[in-house]
């Protein structure tokens, strides 16, 4: 990583699968590079102080709050947000069990929720509903109650159990 004159650094990484540039100042949040500088607009940012999880990602995997990460921390780092889930115009099996469950409403928070659903059903793939319910204790939602979302995710987890099987 080199240091411009401007005291902003070059940041490269890959973003879904892509491998993206930019200039970041040091004090940027990854939140804020990704939606502004690099247009990923589906990293919603809501209390830049990592309570919220809005702004949720995976970092090489593991679902982090890009508002608790600086951008230049991101550098050679692979980062998904919810823009690589759909491929082309085809929702993820998540993202239709949220659509066919109605876990989404305002959907200011669905992007951030989607994400840490995604690392956490890698993790535990046959998840109770209280532990469903525990990774979502980190989300706050004012619009779905939560019980959509929880029915989403058990019906993903109970789908992708079945396609094991066969």
Avoid: K, W
């Avoid at 401007?6 to 879904?16: G, K, P, T």
């Avoid at 947000?81 to 959907?107: I, K, M, P, W, Y």
């Amino acid at each position: 990583m080199r240091v411009t004159a401007e005291q902003r650094f070059a940041v490269r990484l890959e973003l879904n699968g892509r491998t993206r540039e930019g200039l970041a100042e040091p004090r940027t949040q990854l939140c804020d590079f990704l939606r502004h500088d690099l247009g990923a607009t589906g990293v919603h940012v809501g209390c830049e102080h990592g309570v919220c999880g809005a702004c949720t990602v995976l970092v090489d995997g593991v679902a982090m709050r890009s508002c608790l990460m600086l951008a230049v921390q991101a550098h050679e780092r692979r980062i998904e947000t919810v823009e690589s889930l759909a491929d082309d115009d085809t929702l993820s099996d998540l993202q239709q069990a949220f659509r066919r469950n109605h876990a989404l409403q305002c959907g200011f928070c669905t992007a951030g929720i989607l994400m840490s659903c995604v690392d956490f059903l890698e993790r535990q793939p046959d998840p109770s509903e209280a532990e469903v319910r525990d990774m979502l204790s980190g989300h706050l939602c004012r619009c779905t109650g939560y019980t959509g979302i929880v029915q989403a995710v058990l019906e993903v987890a109970a789908q992708r159990q079945t396609n094991e099987e066969v």
